[in-house]
């Protein structure tokens, strides 16, 4: 097959003949806007032109085509639903300027919209507000850590550092040293939760605040979290939660509930819109009564008389933080999940999230290493150590054949703390077919890698690129056509 229009172009073809006309051709533009020679574009067919989208459109590697169990990343099916919703004329098509203008009486069904949805996103994680206008993860990390700077220089107080678990997400201690704090990370004990002693020898007067990723990014649920948030409590170190993995424990424990300050969520990740390729995305903040008055601009407020209304920023807000009120069409789409999904629906989703890894774990185990063998949540992590030390067969080559049977690759060489790392997540909204078809691959790649180590250096056999030097094609990407 080409690759590009310009192979399958023919001298002569073209897609529309358009008749000789009775009337007179129009004045042209003047001559010095007229290209001297003819563009140069592919003469073809309008079945060609067709025909050729439709294929390079099934290259696309996408969830509503394949399994795709990409660890961290909670690629899970987004019902359509939510699209149609966001997609209605009188949400889609507000002017952002409603808002400048404080029109607020003509974008009452938008404002109570938000209200909703953060009375919503209070109700599941037990914290007292939530500012809406972070467009991503990373975006409201950044907040959270600037509020909680806020906070201290308030009080007064002389904090330096950000204690970060190794366990976890790479944004948080990114975040942290972009808010200019110190970084302290600190090491996974034996069963794969932080090290208990060394947190407390890292937590003295100086720290600010507490960053952990929950479950961690091993997949797994820190027993001690209470005790770990009344530690830095009582050192005033406020306590981070990085919940964009919210579907591992959703409807069953509320963050707030156990001492956390601040969350945020990906609405992109947990709450139904589609992601991949850059986004958009949401990732809205959640706070407890400490970091309350630090609330960024736009927060929709509620009266009787005056209805839905914007509330005049408080006097500690950090300001704004994003244009209007963010990406709002995720917003909206995140809403009319938990409408739909209802309180019975959002506790089955981190159910059958943790039924679905767990069992995944149970099928491979004895195929794979399990490093941190006990029961995971939302994902687990095996690796592939033995299978490189003994048949020279890496995780990499594990995650290359897959591609061949139609399915996306587990996260790979993530997390950093173990070698050879395969992180699979395969959502709760997967059958048990699917998730079947996919262990029996990963099982016989295991076998292959024990009986024909040799047959890894081949695949994948049936993709256009199969081993791209991925560094230089990070680095020094060349995309032309010549
Ligand atoms: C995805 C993810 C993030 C970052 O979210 P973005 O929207 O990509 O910025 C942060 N923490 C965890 C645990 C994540 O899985």
């Not at 399990?370 to 067969?393: I, N, Q, R």
């Not at 690759?409 to 950093?416: D, G, K, S």
């Not at 256009?464 to 060349?478: F, G, H, M, Q, V």
Request: with cysteine; net charge negative.
């Amino acid at each position: 097959m080409s690759i590009t229009l310009f192979e399958k172009s023919q001298t002569g073809r073209t897609g529309i003949n358009i008749p000789k006309q009775s009337v007179a051709d129009a004045p042209t533009l003047d001559s010095a806007f007229l290209r001297a020679t003819k563009a140069s574009l592919p003469e073809v067919s309008e079945f060609d032109v067709v025909r050729h989208f439709t294929q390079l459109s099934n290259k696309n590697f996408s969830i509503d085509a394949n399994f795709y169990p990409l660890g961290s990343c909670t690629m899970k099916y987004n019902p359509k639903v939510q699209e149609r919703v966001a997609g209605l004329d009188g949400l889609a098509n507000l002017h952002p300027h409603h808002i400048t203008n404080n029109q607020t009486d003509s974008m009452q069904g938008s404002l109570k919209s938000l209200k909703v949805l953060e009375d919503n996103l209070c109700e599941v994680t037990g914290m007292q507000a939530f500012t809406m206008t972070p467009q991503a993860g990373a975006h409201g990390e950044m907040l959270g850590i600037m509020m909680i700077g806020a906070y201290h220089k308030k009080k007064g107080n002389n904090k330096r550092y950000v204690i970060v678990p190794d366990s976890s997400h790479g944004t948080n201690p990114a975040t942290a040293a972009m808010v200019d704090y110190d970084v302290i990370t600190v090491k996974s004990g034996p069963n794969g939760d932080m090290d208990l002693e060394a947190f407390k020898e890292a937590m003295s007067d100086e720290v600010a605040a507490v960053m952990m990723t929950v479950p961690n990014t091993l997949g797994l649920f820190n027993p001690q979290i209470k005790k770990i948030c009344d530690i830095a409590h009582s050192y005033d170190a406020l306590m981070y939660y990085d919940g964009a993995n919210m579907n591992a424990i959703l409807g069953v424990l509320r963050p707030g509930d156990i001492g956390f300050d601040v969350i945020h969520l990906n609405l992109h990740k947990t709450f139904a819109t589609p992601h991949g390729g850059g986004g958009p995305g949401a990732g809205p903040v959640g706070v407890g009564e400490r970091l309350q008055e630090f609330l960024p601009d736009l927060q929709v407020g509620f009266s009787e008389d005056v209805g839905y209304f914007l509330k005049e920023p408080s006097e500690g807000s950090i300001g704004k933080i994003s244009p209007f009120f963010g990406n709002y069409m995720v917003l909206v789409k995140a809403l009319v999940y938990m409408q739909t999904l209802g309180k019975e629906g959002m506790i089955n989703v981190s159910k059958k999230a943790v039924l679905n890894a767990n069992y995944v774990l149970a099928r491979l185990r004895g195929h794979y290493d399990v490093p941190f063998d006990t029961l995971c949540m939302h994902e687990c992590v095996l690796s592939a150590d033995s299978l490189t030390k003994e048949h020279g067969v890496r995780a990499m080559d594990i995650a290359k054949y897959l591609l061949d049977f139609g399915l996306h690759a587990p996260t790979v060489y993530f997390p950093l703390i173990v070698k050879e790392s395969i992180m699979i997540e395969p959502t709760e909204t997967e059958n048990i077919d699917t998730i079947d078809y996919f262990c029996d691959k990963m099982i016989d790649a295991s076998n292959l890698a024990r009986s024909n180590p040799e047959a890894f250096k081949e695949y994948p056999k049936t993709l256009p690129i199969c081993r791209p030097d991925e560094t230089k094609a990070a680095r020094s990407l060349n995309i032309r056509w010549q």
